[in-house]
């Protein structure tokens, strides 16, 4: 049966990243994919058309496709915009909108990259990592929430940070799952010693744990576990933990493979349904002069493979021509380094194309 890929390329370098991770797509459909591609806005281009970051008609395709391809939404254009209305707005309200609770975010390092990660190659050599962010809940979407102005006339601003048990639970199972299928082993994350909110989070998960005897379940606080992952990455094998905290660690493990621009994410909701796109932002400042790293989202296609559309071995292939295309020292500025040979985004999708 045809699948449906709805694909949204958003702002900034979304467009040009999306259009190579489709090549990637394309080139599968000649070897037997059967997949259907419908486009859609979202973001600040969505924006732009429509006045709304994510418009009805984005959100009817992304409901009735099988997966969703992202490329990055937000740049300054949109900054002076009411929060409302942001890009970032859309795909917050994507998330939620589709349920897109469970969000897997594996930094691996290729061992062709050791030397361009900023840690030392001992570091993070052999580095597989994966990190389990709840997506729809916490102080992203916690209400109440505003700037209102006080008695004084002084402006303060509040959020909320709320988790119910039962959203603890569907997270922590997603990630015990995971753990379980890998080396055992699962970190999850809070700031237990300061908020109730995720006292409750390491409650419930270590009554979870019951239920999963063959994983080894620790607890890290926030601060810590920012020092850990750098410090000693390779003691993890899955971490689990909030939405803002899952954000910002994130990132920080990015770096451990080199460049951001390497990691993949699948967003899933509880039948398997996915959105995919690449963990980094729109880079407005580089958009537009094909230098962006495409195999952030040309490795998501293989996360959508693998989760949605049940193409492990197409999922593999993707991954080992990536890793083709590193042993034949293509980069792309942000991990180039000496001796290599420097080519840019639509080149970077090309060689992949190639390798495949
Ligand atoms: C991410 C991004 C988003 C987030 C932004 C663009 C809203 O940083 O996917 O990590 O904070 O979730
Ligand atoms: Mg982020």
Request: charged share 25%; hydrophobic share 40%; aromatic share 6%.
């Amino acid at each position: 049966m045809t699948k449906k890929i709805a694909v949204l390329a958003g702002d900034g370098i979304g467009p040009e990243i999306v259009a190579e991770a489709v090549k990637i797509l394309e080139r599968l459909k000649q070897d037997g994919l059967k997949i259907e591609l419908e486009y859609g806005l979202i973001g600040g281009a969505a924006y732009d058309e429509t006045g709304t970051p994510l418009p009805e008609e984005t959100l009817r395709i992304s409901r009735q496709a099988d997966g969703i391809l992202l490329g990055a939404v937000g740049g300054y254009k949109w900054e002076s915009l009411d929060i409302s209305v942001r890009p970032e707005k859309g795909l917050l309200g994507i998330r939620s909108a589709l349920n897109l609770f469970a969000n897997l975010r594996p930094a691996i390092l290729y061992p062709q990259l050791a030397d361009a990660s900023t840690l030392k190659k001992e570091v993070v050599a052999g580095l597989d990592l994966m990190i389990v962010r709840e997506l729809t809940g916490g102080i992203y979407f916690g209400q109440p929430r505003g700037v209102r102005t006080l008695e004084n006339g002084e402006k303060e601003g509040f959020n909320t940070l709320v988790y119910r048990e039962s959203e603890v639970n569907r997270i922590g199972k997603v990630a015990f799952d995971i753990a379980q299928k890998r080396q055992g082993r699962l970190c999850s994350v809070d700031k237990a010693n300061v908020l109730e909110c995720t006292e409750l989070w390491r409650e419930t998960m270590t009554s979870l744990s019951n239920d999963y005897s063959d994983v080894e379940l620790s607890h890290m606080y926030v601060d810590n576990a920012a020092m850990q992952l750098v410090r000693a990455p390779k003691q993890f094998d899955v971490m689990v933990t909030t939405n803002m905290f899952g954000d910002i660690l994130s990132d920080c493990a990015s770096m451990l493979t080199g460049s951001i621009g390497m990691l993949p994410s699948a967003s899933l909701d509880e039948n398997g349904k996915g959105m995919y796109e690449p963990i980094h932002g729109s880079a407005p400042d580089i958009a537009g002069q094909n230098i962006a790293n495409p195999l952030a989202t040309i490795l998501s296609v293989a996360m959508m493979l693998r989760y949605t559309l049940d193409q492990a071995e197409m999922a593999d292939r993707i991954e080992k021509a990536v890793s083709t295309v590193l042993d034949q020292n293509f980069r792309t500025a942000d991990i180039y380094s000496e001796g290599m040979t420097k080519i840019g985004t639509a080149e970077m999708g090309d060689a992949v194309v190639a390798a495949l």
